[in-house]
């Protein structure tokens, strides 16, 4: 099965930009679809984004639309989280995951911290 190791987080200031990296080993990375997803302190995991197999579609939560952009390498077996615009309410662990597609997400990484000061 597939395994998943986020990079990248830290902290930035708001109206900065951060990119997430997720890279994958095992299993057939170009075969899933991807997703970025992140939890706040005491909040539920939100969905923010995937994206499809081949990268002909992704797809955004509401708080990332036109915020952060969602790529990936199937030859490095990488997908990113390009995030923009940060806003202190950004701040969270940011995990990816995988699915096979049309299925539920099924695979996840340890997480990133992320943390925008104001």
């Known amino acids: 099965q597939v395994q998943l190791v986020e990079s990248g987080g830290g902290l930035a200031q708001a109206g900065g930009s951060l990119r997430l990296s997720c890279a994958a080993s095992?299993?057939?990375?170009?075969?899933?679809?991807m997703g970025w997803f992140c939890q706040a302190p005491g909040k539920q995991r939100e969905f923010v984004g995937g994206?499809?197999?081949?990268?002909?579609?992704?797809f955004y939560g509401d708080s990332a639309k036109g915020r952060f952009t969602i790529s990936r390498d199937n030859a490095k077996n990488t997908v990113y989280l390009q995030m923009n615009s940060l806003r202190p309410e950004d701040t969270a662990i940011y995990y990816c995951?995988?699915?096979?597609?049309?299925?539920?997400?099924?695979?996840w990484g340890q997480g990133t911290q992320v943390t925008v000061s104001s």
């Open positions: 995951a995988a699915a096979v597609p049309s299925k539920v997400y099924d695979y």
């Open positions: 095992r299993g057939s990375f170009s075969s899933y679809t």
């Open positions: 994206i499809s197999t081949s990268a002909d579609n992704a």
